[in-house]
Nanobody, 126 residues
């Protein structure tokens, strides 16, 4: 099975940028579609973005379209989430996750993802 370690969170002002990283070990990242999810205090974990195994297909939740970009490099066993124009409402713990069933069209449902990183805190505040 794959192990995921996500990182890159921090405190940023509204309008700022952050890039989250997720590095896989134990198994090739190319064997998984990958997703990013987030969970704000008192709220359920929600889908943010996903990318298929080849990287050709990407999905985003509406609230981040045009601001966030998901990417991957299977040779580096890594996935990134570039976040621009951050808003206060983007504040949450962000998790990367791996789905070993989906191929080029990644899933957006949380139940499709079997493996999870430990989470990284993103706080957007002035």
């Amino acid at each position: 099975q794959v192990q995921l370690v996500d990182s890159g969170g921090g405190l940023v002002q509204p309008g700022g940028s952050l890039t989250l990283s997720c590095v896989a070990s134990g198994r090739a990242l190319a064997d998984y579609a990958m997703g990013w999810f987030r969970q704000a205090p008192g709220k359920a974990r929600e889908f943010v973005a996903a990318i298929g195994r080849s990287g050709a297909v990407k999905y985003y939740t509406d609230s981040v379209k045009g601001r966030f970009t998901i990417s991957r490099d299977n040779t580096k066993n890594a996935v990134w989430l570039q976040m621009n124009s951050l808003k206060v409402e983007d504040t949450a713990v962000y998790y990367c996750a791996a789905d070993g069933v989906s191929w080029n069209a990644p899933a957006m449902g949380i139940r499709a993802y079997e493996y999870w990183g430990q989470g990284t805190q993103v706080t957007v505040s002035s």
